[in-house]
């Protein structure tokens, strides 16, 4: 079978010492034999490749780690049509039609699903119609997302002000519950969004001004239209009326409980923090009585009259060994 290779771009020395050596890939049972998957890095670098393809191999896909003539789907993340082309030219493939070009939204669909999910429009790669000039409002697009945005979070500038709070809680609220189910994969999806909307300078009112943003996946941008039509996320609605994620929320707010301990106090029939203090059957830590003790001081904000008592504490301590030192009060906490 005639395999594709990528471009060596990675240094002899590199290859000697065995830094990317392939790990042995364990076996897993393929239940959907009709979709070979091959997941591009280009764009989103090793490790979380590495990451997706194991998780779709834990869901029963054939993800390939080498692009090969079994493959028929080729998913991309911030990756365009015509890059994906010019990708495919570089591992000499003449005839790119007859692969699926995907979003990663797709994949995270079937993952979502726990099985292969229509490749429908939405998901697909496609070149953009050219019949219509560029420079019409249409297909206008703000001069700053081109330039500015950068995928990577810490490459962008956040405001002080969130413009676009509505969705921002929103998508913070679906992460939680999805860290409360230990689903790596769509918290961080959730949480990239949230990042990325903070940094923009405007409040987002339409769906075209999130047009070629990069973080923003489709269950993003589901909740993202609902709100902006119905004025709130049945989604998210959904998640805070959960049982469930009402009694996680409340455990873990509690300093020396996880997820894990959440997970054990809600399958012995707890609900609330006050069912969990009343259960003298309970072996706490060492960090979950302290957390129990002080759990009204732990949850409560710190006051600015409060943090501006602490700084001058602080200043009038570090003033008496280094009199020109400069002191401000900067952060915050979260376990």
């Known amino acids: 079978m005639d ?3 990528a471009p060596a771009v990675i240094s002899q020395r590199k290859r000697q010492k065995g830094l990317f050596s392939p790990k042995p890939s ?5 239940k959907f034999s009709d979709f070979v998957i091959f997941i591009m890095q280009r764009k989103m670098g090793m490790t979380r490749r590495m990451f997706l393809m194991e998780l779709g191999r834990r869901k029963g896909f054939r993800v390939e780690s080498e692009l090969s003539d079994s493959v028929t789907h080729i998913v991309a993340e911030n990756n ?3 890059e994906v082309l010019d990708w495919l030219k570089g591992q000499a493939v003449g005839d790119s039609s007859r692969f699926e070009l995907l979003d990663i939204s797709w994949f995270t669909a079937c993952m979502e699903a726990g099985r292969p999910v ?7 790669l496609m070149e953009q119609c050219q019949s219509t000039p560029l420079n019409t409002p249409e297909l206008e697009m703000p001069a700053f997302i081109a330039t500015k945005v950068s995928q990577y979070s810490c490459q962008r500038k956040t405001t002080l002000n969130n413009y676009n709070k509505k969705f921002t809680d929103a998508f913070e ?4 519950n999805y860290e409360f189910k230990e689903n790596e ?3 961080l999806e959730f949480l990239r969004a949230a990042s990325l909307l903070k940094a923009l ?26 709100i902006i039509e119905e004025g709130e996320s049945s989604r998210v609605k959904e998640v805070l009326n959960d049982e469930r994620y009402k009694a996680f929320k409340q455990f873990t707010s ?5 997820v894990k301990t959440a997970e054990k106090w809600y399958r012995m029939g707890l609900r609330t923090v006050e069912e969990v203090k009343a259960d003298k059957t309970l072996k706490l830590s060492k960090m979950q009585k302290a957390g129990f003790l002080y759990y009204e001081d732990l949850v409560s904000c710190v006051s600015k009259a409060e943090a501006d008592a602490v700084s001058l504490i602080v200043k009038n301590a570090v003033c008496t060994f280094l009199p020109d030192a400069l002191v401000t009060i900067t952060g915050g906490f979260r376990r």
């Open 201 to 226: 300078p405007f409040s987002v009112t339409r769906m075209k001004d999130i047009q070629g943003l990069p973080c923003v996946g489709d269950q993003a941008r589901d909740i993202i239209e609902e």
């Open 173 to 176: 609220v679906m992460a939680e």
């Open 118 to 124: 229509d490749s429908e429009l939405k998901y697909r």
């Open 185 to 187: 994969m769509f918290c």
């Open 26 to 30: 364990c076996s897993y049972e393929i």
């Open 3 to 5: 395999r594709f290779k």
């Open 254 to 258: 509690v300093f020396g409980v996880g």
């Open 80 to 82: 365009s049509y015509l």
